[in-house]
């Protein structure tokens, strides 16, 4: 008997396998055809990257492509990796062309570095929608305005761009500088340090919770407290005691922050076990899940019904900026006899609600985080683009009070953004973009129309990933020049940290500029969007977010700058984030200096009593060679290191500085 179960058992996985066998061979055979048929260079691989089960067997399957032959694996290995643009950059596009196409097994799957290209498909949102089934893992709490598509999209999309105004980014504003005067509080505070001299091992952190902090109070009306600060009677409003608290209150065993925490860090675990499993795991790490996911659940009923209680009581308007009034308002949640209750049937119920707090408490805080961290190192690998920036802001600030919580908005905003701070602010996103690949899939054949001006046609069903470090050193889209002082042997200088690139009257990337004239520059592609009467209400509104369109910056091409994205889908919050970065990064360079953390390098490191000493005593070689084995490790950090499933964060090594008050630098006369 056991005989017959085994022997049917084997029937069934070898029939199975050669099912298996058989339809990958004929689904390759299919791609083929129609990447052949498409009008773009192409190539073949053994894998479909937008598979869902791609991701978990490249952990398993890419370390032993590696150590193959590159001509067995070239050239598909290289866009295997699930960051691969990250990885390779613009190589694959100089080879294969801007678009190329990638025939596999289970579909066929295009890059994308062109502008052009970029910007037809996400101008066309019915024909290339969003992946959903890849956005399961965002949507613990509900659905959300990331995870949608159609017209559920557009209800939470129309609901929630509604919070975002003027209004809110005064509110905006005025936290993120009350945080980043924290954030060097806490520095200052700890083991070591001073309020004059500050060494921070890993800037992320602290970066996290400031832009946690802003995005819950300026969204929320939750004030989060920095460890050691205390609540200020008077500034925590009634019934949200709890969401501030340091200590868990009532039937919690988390603090909000905490579970918030729990959850921003491990949620990618609720996306590989159902909760109902999930809840019965004997592990450690998954019980810690479990408990932020249930702290951080109750968390979110207990604010709606805070917010609910504000709504009845006429209060809602009291705050310029909150995020959850407006679903509340439009959602079936509210009693149908209350003045703002909906008159017609709205997706948008308490799930929703919940789910879109969750992304906007993610999306909010982590990408901003990590712009901050990148900066303020990009800034100390480059200290003459760091005493440009300090020189602009003593100028421009200098008619404004010295408390930064007095610099009105938004006069003061436009000003920097429109400045030498808004060049670094760009430049550090067009090196470094948190999103690396945003993903669209054709609903039927489409056509396109290359940058020579070809047409080509793409099959149904074509997976293609916007590729933002790509498109964001595509030489014909940006200005360059033909060498790198970082990196003699290279084309251009695209991979540096160049800020000037973006300041139209640097005549090394702008020489035939005139003020009056176009933007463009001599060796990119000119856009000519502001004499082109079809540009999109998107565009104006992106324009407007990134402070690019400006006289003084230069605007690169749609499609060619897509940090949040571009088109219709472009990233709600992308102008709460480029507020939220001018304010915080002109209130820590105002006052402070930031370079990179030589310790290791210099005898006595262990001593931090000594450190300072032993910097001072160094003579200009010493430092120059020890300042160069730092940045040499801060860019393989940048360059190589980099990971995460969500956004690019530094996984692995870290990227230490040393923040000090303007006048205590020690190699800015050096490097």
Known sequence: M????????????????????????????????????????????????????????????????????????????????????????????????????????????????????????????????KPIEHYGVVEH???????????????????????????SNAVVWKESIRQAGEMVKAWGGRVGNSQEVMWIADVYPDAATASLHIISRSGFGVKLLWPGEEQVEGEVEEGYEKFSSHE????????????????????????????????????KRTKVVWEGYANLDTYLHELLDVKKAAIAAGLAEKDALDLMVPLITASDSLPTDHHNAPQIPT???????????????????????????????????????????QHTLDALLASLPPNPAEWPYPSTFHKLGNSYLGACINEQLRLITSVTMVPK????????????????????????????????RNPSAWPHVKSSSRNPGKANDLDDFVPERWILEDETYHPHHQPSSSTSSSNVKPNNSNNNNNTSAQDADLDSALDIGAATLFRPAPGAFIPFSDGPRACLGRRFAMVELVAVIATLMRGYSVELDVREWIRGHDDEGKVEETLKGMGVAEKEAVYGRASKRAWEVLEGE??????????????GVRVCRRGREVFGGVV
């Open 441 to 472: 899939r054709s609903v039927s054949p489409q056509t396109l129309v290359l940058d020579d001006g070809r047409t080509v046609r793409v099959p149904a069903g074509t997976f293609q990933h916007f590729c933002a470090p790509s498109v964001h």
């Open 2 to 129: 056991f005989g017959l179960v085994y022997a049917t058992a084997l029937a069934a996985l070898a029939a199975w396998l050669a099912w298996a066998v058989i339809d990958a061979v004929m689904g390759l055979r299919r791609n083929i055809k129609a990447a052949r048929e498409s009008g773009l260079r192409w190539f073949v691989a053994p894998h479909f990257i937008a598979s869902m089960t791609w991701l978990p067997l490249s952990f398993i399957l890419m370390p032993i492509y590696r150590s193959l032959p590159s001509a067995w694996t070239d050239p598909w290995l290289r866009i295997l990796d699930p960051i691969w643009s990250y990885r390779e950059l613009y190589a694959p596009f100089a080879q294969y062309g801007d678009v190329f196409l990638v025939a596999t097994p289970g579909g066929c799957y295009m890059g994308n570095a062109s502008p052009t290209v970029i910007h037809q498909i996400a101008a066309r949102r019915t024909d290339w929608v």
């Open 347 to 389: 997706p948008i119920g308490t799930p929703q609600i919940l789910g879109n707090a969750f992304i906007f408490l993610f999306a909010g805080h982590e990408t901003t985080a990590n712009s901050i961290t990148f900066l303020l190192i990009f800034l100390a690998l480059n200290l003459p683009a760091q005493r440009r920036l």
């Open 141 to 167: 709490f509900g659905p959300n305005v990331v995870s949608t598509e159609g017209s559920t999209w557009r209800d939470h999309r129309r609901v929630s761009n509604t919070s975002f105004n003027e209004r």
């Open 248 to 283: 868990p209150m009532g039937t919690h065993t988390m603090t909000f922050k905490e579970s918030l925490h729990t959850m921003l860090r491990d949620f990618v675990w609720m996306g590989v076990f159902s909760k109902s499993t999930l809840k019965k795991l004997p592990f």
């Open 642 to 655: 980099l990971g995460g499933l969500v956004t690019l964060q530094c996984v692995g090594r870290k990227v």
